[in-house]
């Protein structure tokens, strides 16, 4: 029983690494569009950057979501 519960820690360990895959290749999409876009229009950086930042927030709970769900079993 003690090898089946060391390999649920690993297995978590490894989920948590999976699932951070995609909120950080979501952040990295979030901030290249946003310069990009500030670079287009530099009168619009206000709203852009507010939006960037909106758009960070919700993909990093996504990693912290993430984070928290090994634990939860």
Known sequence: MSVLAEVAGNVGAIGYG????????????????GV?????????????????????????ALALIGLVAPFIY
Request: proline share 5%; hydrophobic share 50%.
């Open 18 to 33: 999976l699932a951070a895959v995609g909120p950080g290749i979501g952040i990295g999409i979030i901030f290249g569009q």
């Open 36 to 60: 990009q876009a500030i670079a287009r229009n530099p009168e619009a950086y206000g709203l852009i950057r507010q939006n960037m930042l909106l758009g960070f927030v919700l993909t990093e």
